[in-house]
């Protein structure tokens, strides 16, 4: 029982369970936390809230969330040109980790509306290519 606790809690800290996380002003965005509540926003989109994905290049090419726009992780600090700090960023990549880092890497140049979205398995739906 110990070693299943000890897997559980060393899983837990190499892939994160950050789903959900808000930055300081990003309390609105909890209301797309659900799926089918994120797909309402695809559908209908806020030009006022970006969805992010931080997944390299080529897997976003492969298929991402409708209007999600691509901002690799290991591009986001040299693209903060683009990511204005006026506008909500919805944050996701494979399992939420990535995009927990991504957010503290925002929070530190001053971002402050944000959610981890957390994993694309989480979504049900198609995704674009």
């Not at 309402?40 to 030009?47: K, M, S, T, Y």
């Not at 992780?73 to 990535?98: A, F, H, M, N, Q």
Request: aromatic share 10%; charged share 30%; proline share 5%.
């Amino acid at each position: 029982m110990i070693k299943k606790i000890i897997v559980l809690l060393l899983l837990t800290s190499l892939f994160g369970c950050y789903e959900g996380y808000l930055s300081k002003d990003g309390g609105d965005l909890t209301q797309y936390l659900e799926p089918s509540k994120l797909k309402e926003l695809v559908d209908a989109p806020d030009e006022n809230i970006w969805i992010i994905d931080v997944r390299p290049s080529a897997v976003y090419e492969k298929g991402h969330i409708p209007t999600a726009k691509s901002f690799p992780s290991s591009e986001v600090l040299s693209r903060l040109d683009e990511l204005p700090k006026d506008k909500s960023l919805i944050v996701y990549c494979e399992t939420g980790g990535r995009a927990q880092a991504v957010i503290k890497m925002l929070e530190k140049e001053g971002y402050t509306k944000m959610m981890n979205w957390g994993g694309n398995t989480r979504w049900p739906y198609e995704f674009e290519k």
